[in-house]
């Protein structure tokens, strides 16, 4: 989640534990302690994919982050003997652990069990940025400055409220597997590696991403929708033409191989598809440039801009996330399909059974 985010909880969670102990300060070093885990961000791990890949690592283990929360609290302790040991230990912990456990509801995947060789924990319920869960969080924390007296009992119904929001977008997202199931059960698209994510800034309107051998599908189910029926806009995935490199290995497993392959003009950009929205696509890294004869050649890893996001794309997210089934996954409405040449629209109905050639 985004750092203020992060924060919010630090705070509220920081006060909850401190009780009747709770005040500006506490609540001002459980924000602190609550962004402590992002600072992997500084460390450069060699390449931008090697940092995107690294990144929610051994600084968001739960092996780890307890015993340097007992230490922060111990020496915390011996400086200033005001609260009891046991006290400090579960407050510092708490906001350390929590932090890990709210990413790990995201879609970019946390380590929650480094050094384990098990694969990151990724819920996909939340977006990185959602309002909806932090707001709560920061009405609690003012409240809790306003009525000092009543400051830890704020930041208890701070993380109720908030905590109901996490949990109404797991059911959310329980509800579009089952549609997304129902939809394409019988077709071309059934038992496909898929992965199902929120669209920005709500738990509404949800992007779904279906990967099959040499071409993907990418539609959107809102929850307001009157249809169930989904529109496909279908792409390819396009081929590395070198050998394997660890680079690639590792961008794989990140990105659940939900990657996609593109010759940009002699340039092998290489997507990871779990991000963005349209043409908006902020995972993008540059591996490999074709050289005058032809041949291909790895080249150091860049990350690319993230691309156009269109004036017109905002409106038509709310639109749809209002239940607008004109607008495909592409944010572009059913007139100018016909000037997109770039990608085929279906809808499920349309979507041909496993025993059918690929449209």
Not at 103 to 125: Q, R
Not at 318 to 347: F, M, N, Y
Request: charged residues 15%; glycine residues 6%.
């Amino acid at each position: 989640m985004d750092s203020v985010t992060q924060a919010a909880l630090g705070a509220t969670v920081a006060g909850l534990v401190a009780g009747k102990r709770c005040s500006p300060k506490v609540l001002l070093a459980g924000a602190a302690l609550g962004t402590l885990p992002d600072l992997d961000v500084l460390i450069d791990y060699g390449d931008p994919v090697a940092n995107t890949v690294n990144h929610r690592g051994f600084s968001h283990s739960l092996f780890v982050l307890p015993w340097v929360g007992a230490l922060i609290a111990w020496c915390w302790w011996r400086w200033q003997r005001q609260w009891p040991l046991w006290q400090l230990m579960v407050l510092v912990i708490a906001v350390l652990v929590t932090h890990p456990l709210l990413d790990a509801m995201t879609v970019y995947g946390t380590k929650l069990f480094w050094p384990l060789d098990v694969p990151s924990v990724a819920v996909a319920s939340l977006f990185i940025i959602d309002p909806l869960y932090t707001l709560p969080l920061l009405v609690a924390l003012i409240s809790a400055l306003v009525w000092r007296h009543l400051g830890a009992r704020m930041c208890g119904v701070g993380l109720m409220v908030s905590s109901l929001y996490l949990a109404s977008s797991v059911y959310q997202l329980h509800q579009i597997e089952n549609r997304v199931a129902e939809q394409t059960q019988g077709t071309l698209l059934e038992g496909q590696p898929l992965i199902i994510m929120p669209t920005p800034f709500n738990t509404l309107l949800w992007r779904v991403v279906v990967s099959g051998e040499d071409q993907y599908w990418e539609g959107l189910a809102s929850r307001l929708d009157a249809n169930p029926s989904i529109d496909w806009v279908t792409q390819p995935l396009g081929e590395w033409p070198l050998a394997n490199s660890d680079t690639l290995s590792a961008l794989r497993t990140f990105s659940r191989n939900f990657i996609r392959f593109e010759n940009r003009n002699g340039q092998q950009v290489v997507t990871d598809l779990r991000f963005g929205v349209a043409a908006y696509q902020p995972f993008q890294f540059l591996l490999a440039e074709q050289k005058m004869n032809g041949e291909w050649a790895p080249v150091a890893p860049q990350q690319l801009e993230p691309g156009p996001l269109p004036e017109t794309a905002l409106p038509a997210l709310w639109q749809r996330l209002l239940g607008d089934q004109s607008i495909d996954a592409k944010l572009c409405r059913q007139s100018c399909q016909a000037h997109d040449t770039s990608v085929d629209t279906l809808s499920s109905t349309a979507v041909p059974t496993s025993g059918t050639s690929k449209q």
